[in-house]
């Protein structure tokens, strides 16, 4: 192999310095996308069509389920006339005063209901457990004992209980779209796309069962489907900007990243967009070359951002830099020292870093260089700034002070790899291909990685020609 080729593979590698793993991860960021389980919203109790029917299942009962005595309906009556003024505590009192041993199931179970409706999820089971045991099929009893179990997110105990009461006939849409929800959180994703598939038809008006399909058609991979759906959402609710949220973390997942853009852009337009919307927005943007558009979605978010949101705007800072756009990541770095944000020292260290490396990119190497020698007297272990002085060094024909801050570099665990390739591109540049082959061959030993083995069997080549 020709020395020309050679140097040609030395020319790629160039672009592997250490800021790539950071933008490999936000790259990645955007691919590894989950659908949530987004809580009931129609099926709790400030709900008032869920109350509604929640307290239509207190009323008599039908010939299929316990039967009261006469006694016991003029109870009901009192409970009714209590309940109805707002005197629950004192409903429940008269009716744990009135169950006995021999007392109607209907009893027992009209005081889960009230336990339930009061926030006692654990006397609303008892109550109901002891209702199912008196009266083994009371079907209703079963569907909210269930709902108790969901209301406690025992999500495992719920579905087995639903599952009952569906064999018992209770099949209607909420205990199928329960039974749905159960499956959901139990990341059983296909049996709850079945369960959702039939509450939507039982109960097509139900926000949370069309919202548990949606999400279990995503969990499922059928993104399409799942966009569909979410569309369909957002038609029927156009101020509820999860369902927008989730259309575009679909889009993302087939790979069309920028009609992902466009309902992200929506939610940022109506200024309903926070600061995961917006950087999730602006990275897809870096990602496909929109550097302008990033970085003015990235300001938007800096303007707002939590310490929370610092590491996620350093990791924009170097993918800017990582795809050539330094003089954009130069202002914006110039935004983030104006900002009121404030960095602790690993952060300030790290931007340090990347300041140096976007003023190397862009020809102001005596400044660059300073800071990096600086930052290397302070901290001698700063990798990066020991690899970005070699790289600046090795670049400008001073082989000696690249080696020196390469080898300093070899001996930090997490820069070892990336020193010894730096290092093998010296010795590649002396024409020395037997030492630049055992440093490759180091670095492969030490993180196998595909393009390294290409440069390494052109090094190889290389040796051979020369001998």
Not at 359 to 378: F, I, M, N, Y
Not at 408 to 434: G, M, P, T, W
Request: charged residues 25%.
């Amino acid at each position: 192999m020709t020395r020309y080729r050679v140097m040609n593979c030395v020319r790629l590698f160039r672009f592997f310095l250490p800021t790539v793993c950071g933008v490999l991860g936000l790259v990645c960021s955007l691919n590894g996308v989950h659908a949530q389980t987004y809580p009931l919203s129609e099926n709790r109790w400030d709900s008032p069509e869920f109350v509604k029917r929640f307290l239509g299942s207190y009323g008599f009962l039908t010939e299929r389920e316990p039967q009261i005595t006469t006694k016991e309906s003029d109870l009901f009556k009192t409970i009714a006339d209590l309940h109805g003024a707002g005197q629950s505590t004192q409903a429940i009192a008269t009716l744990r005063d009135a169950i006995s041993a021999d007392s109607s199931a209907a009893l027992d179970y009209t005081l889960g209901n009230l336990l339930l409706q009061g926030g006692d999820t654990d006397g609303a089971v008892a109550a109901y457990k002891e209702a199912i045991r008196k009266f083994p099929n009371f079907t209703r009893a079963y569907k909210n004992l269930g709902l108790a179990y969901v209301h406690g997110q025992r999500y495992e105990d719920a579905a087995g209980i639903f599952a009952k009461a569906v064999e018992l006939g209770n099949f209607d849409g909420d205990t199928m779209g329960l039974l749905g929800y159960c499956y959901l959180n139990m990341d059983r994703v296909e049996s709850a796309l079945d369960a959702y598939r039939i509450a939507a038809v039982l109960a097509p008006n139900n926000r949370d069962w069309a919202v548990g399909k949606a999400t279990a058609l995503q969990r499922s991979g059928m993104y399409r489907e799942a966009i569909a759906q979410f569309e369909e959402l957002i038609l029927r609710y156009p101020d509820s900007k999860a369902y927008y949220s989730a259309a575009a973390n679909a889009y993302l997942a087939l790979g069309e990243d920028l009609k992902s853009v466009a309902y992200l852009d929506l939610l940022r337009r109506r200024g309903d967009a926070d600061n995961s919307v917006l950087m999730l927005l602006g990275d897809i943007l870096v990602n496909n070359q929109m550097h302008r558009q990033a970085v003015s979605i990235y300001t938007d978010a800096l303007s707002k951002a939590k310490d929370s949101d610092l590491d996620r705007i350093l990791r924009f800072v170097r993918a800017l830099s990582y795809q050539g756009a330094n003089k954009e990541a130069r202002d914006f770095v110039s935004l983030i020292r104006k900002s009121p944000v404030r960095l602790d020292a690993t952060r300030e260290t790290q931007l340090l870093n990347m300041e140096s490396q976007i003023a190397l990119a862009l020809g102001d190497s005596e400044k660059a260089v300073a800071v990096l020698e600086e930052l290397t007297r302070s901290d001698p272990l700063n990798g990066e700034a020991l690899l970005l002085l070699g790289g600046h060094y090795f670049e400008t024909g001073d082989n000696e002070r690249a080696v020196f801050y390469f080898e300093r570099a070899e001996k930090l665990d997490n820069h070892k790899v990336d020193a010894l390739i730096q290092l093998a591109r010296v010795r590649v540049a002396q024409s020395r291909f037997d030492q630049a082959v055992r440093l490759l061959r180091d670095a492969q030993a030490a993180k196998f990685q595909p393009h390294v083995a290409e440069y390494l069997n052109a090094v190889e080549n290389a040796l051979k020609a020369s001998l």
